[in-house]
């Protein structure tokens, strides 16, 4: 019996593949979407805010430099786990 349930896992797990990379690149779409949101309106997120002490135009830019980085890793991460089979 249990060689014929890993069998049939075996079967679904083959036959989802490409629904799963499908759906997983349409989920990294809307992330890439919303990246580009972000990115467009990234004067609102990361000027100048009057209420802040010490809020230099470098220690900003490390802010938007932050983001994108983990952004671009994270997006790159799972097109890279999505596709590589």
Known sequence: METNTSLVIAVIERAGVP?????FTL????FLFAGVF???RRHLFFDRDPKVEDDVPVIRRNREEAI????????????YQVWSE
């Open 68 to 79: 994108l980085f983990v952004w671009s890793g994270l997006l790159l991460s799972i097109l």
């Open 38 to 40: 972000i990115w467009r």
């Open 19 to 23: 629904a799963l990379r499908v759906g």
């Open 27 to 30: 989920a990294v779409i809307v």
